[in-house]
Structure formats: structure tokens, C-alpha cells
């Protein structure tokens, strides 16, 4: 699975969930000389807008990567400053009930990335859910996409920084059944992965 399909699903999922969403792939950013692209930007509104800043990793990028720390610091880049630019700016706003952005690292639930995750899910599952875009309250997300095939609408995250820890009973109840995700984690024949 490559990353143009995973964001082809995102936006198919946006397009069907949301009203009038600002959808822009490969998103440039530049914060005091510091540039950067993301793999997408979604805007909706709730009625407040919230961002959702996507950076997206198949099996191409895992296996290029020289490990888990730089997938992070590519992330952590990402948030430091994509919302730093003047033209993706958040403003503060009163009675605001969600957060105003949400920095998304997704994974394909493939066999190479659910190996890559199991083996790092220490420094994955290290990633603080709680995050501020200058003033405005932010969520950190790292995930495994589910619902890839079907509806749109269907589509999921399976988050591993959050409450369920990767391979804790909380993160197998997450796992939608017969999904690719379910077939990954059986696939992965090592210790590292028990999945039903």
C-alpha cells in the first residue's frame, strides 16, 4: 500500500463526513526559514475550524527510514511548524470546545508497518496526545488507518499514543475484525505481535 493511495482514502473520507472541507495534498509550510511539506491539511469547521495536519507512512517510507526517531522527528517537525507560518496561523477563540488542531501520524496497516511500530511502540506510544498550536489547544495522534476498503464514511484510526497501548487488550479491541489491520497483526510471525 503506498502513501498517495492512504491519502486518496483520507480525502474520499473528508469529502463524505464533512461539510465544505479545505482539502490540500502536499501542503507547503515555511516558519522562520524553516520549510517543510505535509502529506495532507484538512479544514473543517464544528462550527469552530480545526485543523488536522496528516503526515502519512507505507511501507516505502518505514523501510527508508534509518529508524523510529527520525519518522518522530519528521512529526515533531511538522507540529513545531506548520501552524508557525503566518498562512496557516490559529487564532485563539472564546467558548472554542475542541481543540483547533489535530497532528496526525498514520501508518498503513500492513504487515512492514505493523513490524515497525511493534518494535518502536516504546517511543510511539511515548507521544503526548496533548498538544497546543501557540495558544490554541491541539491533539497529537499516532494511528493505524482502518476501514480502508468499503465506505468512506467507515474510515478509522487505531491510535497507539493514546489510553490503548500497541498490543494491550484496549488496542485489540480497537481492531476492527477482518480488517486489513487484524490480517497484519496475525501476519507479523514474531513475538512481538499476539493478536487473536
Do not use: W
Request: one cysteine or more; a negative charge; charged letters at 30%.
Amino acid at each position: 500500500m503506498r502513501e498517495d493511495a492512504l491519502a486518496t482514502r483520507l480525502v474520499e473520507h473528508y469529502e463524505a463526513t464533512a461539510d465544505d472541507p479545505a482539502i490540500r495534498l502536499e501542503e507547503p509550510y515555511d516558519a522562520d526559514g524553516r520549510e517543510g511539506v505535509v502529506d495532507l491539511f484538512v479544514r473543517t469547521r464544528t462550527p469552530e475550524p480545526v485543523d488536522r495536519v496528516i503526515e502519512l507512512k507505507a511501507d516505502a517510507a518505514v523501510r527508508r527510514a534509518t529508524g523510529a526517531n527520525e519518522v518522530l522527528r519528521q512529526y515533531r517537525r511538522m507540529e513545531r511548524y506548520f501552524h508557525a507560518d503566518a498562512s496557516h496561523a490559529l487564532r485563539p477563540k472564546l467558548g472554542r470546545s475542541e481543540p483547533g488542531a489535530r497532528y496526525l501520524l498514520c501508518f498503513a496497516p500492513t504487515p512492514t508497518c505493523v513490524y515497525h511500530v511493534a518494535t518502536n511502540r516504546t517511543l510511539y506510544g511515548s507521544v503526548d496526545p496533548a498538544a497546543r498550536a501557540g495558544d490554541v489547544p491541539a491533539v497529537r495522534t499516532v494511528a493505524f488507518l482502518t476501514g480502508l476498503d468499503g465506505d468512506p464514511r467507515d474510515l478509522g484510526l487505531v491510535s497507539v499514543n493514546g489510553d490503548a497501548a500497541f498490543g494491550s487488550e484496549a488496542f485489540k479491541r480497537a481492531v476492527p475484525e477482518d480488517s486489513r489491520l487484524a490480517e497484519s497483526l496475525r501476519a507479523v510471525d514474531d513475538d512481538l505481535v499476539e493478536f487473536p
